[in-house]
């Protein structure tokens, strides 16, 4: 997969011209833009969180280490884009709730990716293949961010308790 394709004329087959091409100029679209545009499609999705387990795990290990988002990268987890002169083809790896149809999350997600991609960005979507590599539990995942956020306020308050005392000593 390149880094930058250009939509020109000698690459369209069909003779006619694309959302992409026009007679006032080419549009060129990075794969990191269809890639962010199909993660964030997916993930619109109720019950699918993007990347597999391993993948998810790593990425809330760093968030734990820098104390917040990965960034744009998370975006992106699970996300494998080849995009040619008019069409684009997509493999994303996802986990999936548990007690929830996979069948039908996966026809969500390939029916939204392919929507959102199409729409904003002007390729024809030939494929989404789906890999769900793992499944999640939301009651897990709840308690976990509810003893995430106690943990911070203790670690705020510790924070005013010793800046306080600091302050009384200058």
């Given amino acids: 997969m390149s880094e930058q394709r250009t939509q020109q ?3 369209n087959q069909s003779g ?4 992409l091409q026009t007679d006032r100029g080419n549009t060129t679209i990075q794969d990191s833009v269809v890639s ?13 969180r993007m990347g597999g387990g391993t993948s998810q795990t790593v990425g ?12 744009g990268g998370s975006r992106t987890q699970g996300v494998s884009v080849e995009v040619g002169q008019e069409e684009a083809a997509l493999d994303l790896t996802c986990t999936a709730e548990y ?7 996966t026809e969500a997600v390939r029916r939204n990716v392919v929507n959102r991609v199409e729409s904003l960005v002007g390729l024809k979507v030939t494929e989404v293949n789906i890999t769900v590599g ?15 956020q106690l943990q911070q306020q ?5 924070q005013q308790d010793g800046g306080g005392s600091q302050s009384r000593v200058q």
């Fill in 9 to 11: 004329g000698s690459g």
């Fill in 16 to 19: 006619g011209r694309n959302a």
């Fill in 36 to 48: 962010k545009i199909a993660g964030i499609a997916a993930g619109e999705v109720d019950g699918i």
């Fill in 60 to 71: 809330n290990l760093l968030s734990s280490v820098t104390g917040g988002s990965t960034g």
């Fill in 99 to 105: 007690g929830k149809s996979i069948p039908q999350l």
């Fill in 134 to 148: 793992d499944i999640f539990f939301p009651q897990e995942e709840a308690e976990k961010e509810r003893q995430k």
């Fill in 154 to 158: 203790q670690k705020e308050q510790q």
